[in-house]
């Protein structure tokens, strides 16, 4: 186990890269074993190197949460968050806080969740069917989301068009009324 709550799965298996192997990120959130991540690396790599390398990914955490709730937020690349990847990976909890954002983490921020219906408003806002959408692409494009924001608020992103490949990438058949070209290219 990492972090508080992550648990770690390794396995290994072939998938066209004979030098790599493929380790698995799971979490456990209500007795519910939910996959979060791979990641690829070469065949000789140590299991503690991998585990040091998942911690350091998966357990950081950007600013602090004094124990009154007060954020204390730090200058990370543009701006000055709080961004918490072990609440995005383990889906629990607000793990982002923008600069502009309030500075206590019960009435500011965004959790997992946030982030995911944020991703299905832009979705349904561009005449995507989202009965097409796996939600594995929906969670892929929320993290999309987490790992890009830096100060703004995560509509801000979505706003700026982060997004906009991922509806080029779909299918005609996946919207509603036919591919909305003018939607896509704003």
């Known amino acids: 186990m990492i972090c508080s709550k992550l648990e ?11 030098d790599k192997n493929v380790f698995n990120v799971y979490i456990n959130k209500d007795n519910e074993i939910i996959k979060v991540k791979n990641f690829y690396f070469n065949r000789d790599t140590q299991i503690n190197q991998i585990k040091s390398f998942l911690e350091s990914i998966m357990c950081h955490e950007v600013g ?33 806080v923008s600069e502009y954002d309030g500075t206590n983490i019960n009435e500011a921020g965004i959790s997992f969740e946030g982030i995911c219906e944020e991703v299905i408003d832009y979705l349904r806002e561009n005449g995507v069917d989202l009965n097409k959408v796996a939600d594995k692409k929906i969670e892929d494009m929320a993290e999309d989301l987490f790992e890009e924001v830096d100060w703004q608020y995560v509509s801000s992103l979505i706003s700026d068009g982060w997004l906009e490949e991922y509806l080029e990438d779909f299918s005609d058949d996946m919207f509603i009324n036919g591919r909305n070209e003018e939607l896509v290219n704003e």
Do not use: M, P, W
């Open 64 to 96: 602090k949460v004094l124990e009154d709730g007060t954020i204390e937020k730090e200058h990370y690349r543009q701006g000055y968050i709080y961004k918490n990847y072990e609440n995005f990976y383990k889906r629990e909890g607000i793990c982002y």
């Open 8 to 18: 770690i799965s390794i396995a290994s298996f072939q998938n066209g890269h004979a």
